[in-house]
């Protein structure tokens, strides 16, 4: 993706999901831009319901969305948490990302594949990995409010056949306590 339209798609993003209605970002788009298409629609001002809604924000594409899609989520919460015990070595641009310039694509993916089998017991022993020893303190603190080994959403696909029709339900569950989960919500729809 071009430089221009990656900062247009992230201000753009960003605008479309901040609380006010103001443009704040040199590119980003606000309520005005999404009036003016032929089918209007204002601006969520909130987090993402659905990483669907990318799908509407300035600058992006549908072969884009399909790329971008296994690397987000879209939960109902504002604090940032990637737990690195799920993360597929398909998704290891996003450890790329966050450790910017000090991983490369194929040391991204090394980590990811010399995870132990039980996952890191904490986010100061993925830390402390050989591979992340040229990283800053400084960089090191910040992700570790970012980093975590726990999760407490979790997506569920049930593949249901009935009769000789197949449907997919699709479920974003939360943990609310240590026994304690909770559906937020549901669909159901053919299978594709």
Known sequence: VPA?????IAESLWEFIDEDRSVQTRLGREDSEYLARSVPFYAANQPLADI????????????LYQKLKPLVCALPMTRQQININTLDVTQSVILEALF????????????LQQR?????????????????ADVDERTKK????????????????SDITVNETELTMNSLIVRMGPQHFSVLWHQTGESE
């Open 116 to 132: 132990p089998a039980k996952g890191w017991e904490d986010v100061d022993q993925f830390l402390a990995q050989p591979l992340l």
């Open 142 to 157: 910040q992700l570790k409010t970012v980093l975590s080994v726990d999760s407490n959403y979790f997506w569920l696909r």
């Open 4 to 8: 221009y339209r990656a900062e247009l």
């Open 52 to 63: 669907s809604e990318m799908r509407v924000v300035q600058g992006m594409d549908a072969g």
């Open 100 to 111: 910017d310039p000090w991983l490369s694509p194929v040391q991204a993916r090394a980590l």
